[in-house]
């Protein structure tokens, strides 16, 4: 018995097939009345295995999806495949087997089963969705663009597969693609804190300053705790605006409401220190090390620090890091070093896409690893069924 199978069903089978068996021979040589009863049993019979097969491949896709939820793809692959043998044309199966191989990393074979799933149902934008993720892992960039297109033209209410492809744009530098999809996202949904956030940094990038700030007011109307957006307005009060104070307010803001995200740390660094606020500088900066996990740059910022506290009498490598930061230059080159190596552990599991420079012309300030659109940054981003 299949282990899906309902074991009542087969209780009351076995009885039926006792006396089939026994009567058979008798019915063969009886009249009208006797086919009857064959026919009848025959018939009876032939209706219990169908419901006993209906069940049990009810049963197996009840398993697929319970190990799929649990992250065991490789046990949700084998449940999903014993339903397609029995049920070539079985949909959900089909693109739920091309979801596990999806989910363990075996993209090749998830393309290959999303375009199965895509033979049953062409213009499912779920499907192309999910194909996009697949190409994109596999680094072929343009296959993905082209599935995310089809399937916003398959569904323009696909908010998933929206953001996906203005993440691509931004990360080819296409901002003016990337700002219409995201504004496209904003117009289904008025609160989507990531297109408001992404979109007012597309806006920077094309030079439309007070519309990007307006749009991070407005994220932040949505969640006051939006890290992300108070840095953006201290970037843009510092470098567009001028305005030293409330570029630190800002920062100061970023910490405080998100004082895991190390990168917001060093801008307020580097405000505090043009503003000859060494001393902050310098408690900022140790601050920045709790959540910062990669060793060189963890050494970096320790330099840094180190050079700040002591200035020429630091034991430093090269004939420059004994000179105090004083100019703006200087602090850039603080900037620019501890921007170094930003990528964190948490990012091996995001798409290696192509850096968008989000801060447009703010010259004066490198782009941070944080300012990165990431197709698969978090799991929103792969498309649910």
């Given at each position: ?5 309902n ?8 009885p039926?097939?006792i ?7 008798t ?16 018939v ?12 049990s ?73 999910n194909?996009a ?20 033209q ?61 749009y991070?007011k ?25 305005d ?55 050494e970096?910022?320790?330099e840094?620090?180190d ?5 020429d009498n630091?034991?430093?490598k ?33 798409l ?34």
């Open positions: 018995m299949n282990s899906g199978e074991p009542w069903i087969r209780v009351l089978l076995e039926i097939f006396i089939f068996i026994i009567h058979l021979g019915f063969k040589k009886g009249g009208k009345m006797r086919s009857r009863i064959l026919q009848t049993l025959s009876c019979v032939l209706a219990a295995f169908v419901q006993v097969n209906a069940q491949i009810e049963s197996i896709m009840m398993q697929g999806q319970q190990m799929l939820q649990n992250g065991a793809y490789s046990q949700a692959v084998t449940s999903f495949r014993q339903v397609i043998q029995r049920e070539p044309s079985n949909f959900e199966a089909q693109f739920n087997l091309a979801f596990s191989y999806l989910g363990w990393g075996r993209n090749s074979n998830a393309v290959d089963e999303f375009k199965k799933a895509m033979r049953l149902q062409p213009r499912n934008s779920q499907v192309w969705s194909l993720i697949a190409y994109e892992n596999m680094g072929k960039s343009q296959d993905a663009m082209n599935a995310l297109y089809q399937a916003v398959l569904d323009p209410q696909n908010i998933t597969a929206r953001l996906n492809l203005a993440a691509m744009y931004a990360n080819n530098n296409q901002h003016s693609k990337a700002a219409g999809q995201f504004k496209e996202v904003i117009t289904l949904d008025g609160t989507n804190e990531e297109a408001l956030t992404n979109l007012s940094k597309c806006l920077i990038a094309l030079g439309k300053i007070d519309e990007a700030k307006g991070l407005q994220s932040l109307g949505v969640n006051p705790n939006n890290g992300d957006a108070h840095w953006e307005l201290g970037n843009l009060a510092w470098k567009k605006e001028n030293l104070e409330k570029a630190i307010s800002e920062y100061k803001l970023a910490i405080t409401v998100e004082p895991s995200g190390a990168h917001f740390y060093e801008n307020y660094a580097l405000a505090l220190e043009e503003k000859g606020d060494k001393a902050g500088a310098i408690d900022v900066l140790k601050k920045s090390l709790i959540y910062t996990d990669d060793a060189l740059r963890k970096k910022i320790n840094k620090i050079r700040l506290e002591h200035g630091a034991n430093v090269s004939s420059d890091e004994g000179t105090k930061l004083t100019t703006k230059s200087q602090i850039a080159d603080l900037r620019k070093e501890l921007g170094k190596g930003e990528k964190s552990d948490a990012q091996t599991q995001r290696d896409t192509k850096p968008v420079d989000i801060m447009g012309d703010l010259n004066d300030l490198e782009k941070d690893e944080g300012s990165t659109f990431d197709l698969k940054s978090e799991a929103k981003k792969r498309a649910v069924k």
